[in-house]
């Protein structure tokens, strides 16, 4: 008998396409939330619009590190509802497939995926992270040649203040301009001018000069007894470009050191206490969100299939509560961890071992006891509120005229 049968196969199909779907959905939620943030963020800096594409592309490992989970349980679950809703199940079942039989594709589907995610999270998801903060600190020190904010005065190297009344051309078109200079030697120059441009200094990188056109200069210092004023047609001033540190190397940060580097960290006499702690924290984080993958066929299958002649879909709802509490117990448990407080053990693993523990028990009930039904408490409870609802509903509806009128035309037979 092949490995791979066409059972199987058509499995495989039920589980790609919502598998797929769902990921590409999850990610771009996560992805259109973050972008208005980060457009805001960089509107406010004032740096071009493309920043905000690199750093989107940046976070695109941390985002899938979660949607792949996601996608994977949620593929399997609607696979698994629609063979049973549509008594699929039923004939498998009975041909003597097993659901453990059944859940041979979609543990092969696990275990790539698996693979998969413990690269990001091992390797890509550190070094995306750290472009990532680099992009931050690059368009707040000024690296990305940050646009002049518009409406608002800038400071220039202490010296020179600057305000455009707009902004074109991505911040090298300004319209509306006013600058107040003041010289070492004590003079201050107040420049007003129609429109503007900058241009690189070739001489001179640390330089750009801001070519004025149609506009006037005030001139004022101790030694100058009464203002004077230049009009001017066109006027170059060069302003000095502030002086932009040198971003940090890779690894102040747990999240930025790959799984290699985390164990040596860990377990090295020369690390300080508080970065053990924290690496040690970080490597058991990365490897049991990798290790949860493998209970994800199970919970999906057992949350998949409704009870007899119901097509209540509570176990995708339970689904995604259970793996996004998990998730977060994760996270705090990191977090707890990595202060030295609990071990890493008891904080990650011991929600592991639990977690693991639930989900075996909902799969074998539904797959060797008999009418077995994982969440049939919940399910009996949903459809009593479900029905409770929907009588509520419907006692509130106003009566339509064709109800009215034949409880009038009873009501004339009767009398």
Same mark, same amino acid.
């Given at each position: 008998?092949?490995?791979?049968? *066409? %059972? ?6 039920? $589980? /790609? ?9 999850? @990610? &771009? +939620? ?12 960089? *509107? %406010?800096?004032?740096g071009?619009?493309?920043? $905000? /594409? ?9 985002? @899938? &590190? +979660? ?6 349980m ?9 063979l ?5 199940l ?10 453990t039989?059944? +859940? ?71 319209r ?104 040690i ?58 202060l ?7 904080a ?52 339509s ?15």
């Open positions: 008998m092949p490995f791979i049968t *066409a %059972t199987d196969r058509y499995i495989a199909r039920l $589980v /790609f396409v919502p598998m797929c779907a769902v990921f590409v959905i999850a @990610a &771009s +939620l996560l992805v259109l939330d973050k972008m208005l943030k980060l457009f805001d963020f960089v *509107a %406010t800096e004032g071009p619009v493309s920043v $905000v /594409f690199k750093m989107l592309a940046n976070l695109l490992p941390e985002y @899938a &590190s +979660l949607a792949i989970p996601l996608g994977l949620l593929g399997i679950l609607l696979a698994f509802r629609r049973a809703t549509s008594s699929e039923d004939v498998m079942r009975a041909v003597g497939l097993s659901y039989r059944l +859940l041979r594709v979609p543990y092969l589907f696990t275990v790539v995926l698996a693979v998969l995610n413990l690269v990001i999270v091992g390797y890509l998801q550190p070094l995306s992270r750290y472009y990532y903060e680099q992009l931050q600190f690059d368009l707040r020190s000024g690296a990305l040649g940050a646009s002049i904010k518009v409406g608002e005065f800038n400071t220039l190297q202490d010296r020179t203040a600057l305000r455009v009344d707009a902004s074109r051309d991505e911040g090298r078109d300004l509306g301009i006013f600058a107040r200079i003041a010289t070492k030697d004590g003079q201050v120059l107040v420049i007003s001018a129609r429109e503007g441009q900058f241009f690189a200094n070739k001489e001179n990188p640390d330089t750009v000069i801001l070519r004025l056109s149609e506009g006037q200069i005030v001139q004022d210092g101790p030694g100058i007894s009464s203002p004077r004023v230049l009009t001017f047609a066109t006027h170059d001033l060069p302003i000095d470009l502030p002086k932009i540190e040198q971003f940090r190397r890779r690894g102040e940060r747990d999240r930025e050191y790959f799984l290699p580097e985390l164990l040596r960290i860990g377990w090295s006499k020369d690390s300080s206490q508080a970065a053990r702690y924290q690496s924290a970080s490597l058991n984080y990365r490897l049991v969100e990798v290790a949860m993958m493998f209970l994800l066929p199970l919970l999906a299958v057992a949350l998949a299939v409704p009870p007899k002649r119901s097509s209540s879909a509570l176990g995708v709802f339970v689904s995604i509560v259970m793996v996004v509490a998990y998730h977060k117990v994760n996270e705090y448990g990191q977090d707890v961890s990595s030295g407080r609990v071990d890493p053990t008891l990650l693993w011991g929600p592991f071992a639990l977690f693991a523990a639930l989900i075996t028990s909902m799969y074998w009930r539904l797959a060797y006891v008999p009418g077995g039904q994982p969440i049939g408490a919940l399910e009996t409870g949903f459809a009593k509120i479900s029905r409770s609802v929907m009588k509520l509903f419907a006692a509130r509806q106003p009566r005229a064709k109800t009215l009128a034949a409880e009038a035309s009873g009501a004339v037979d009767a009398a």
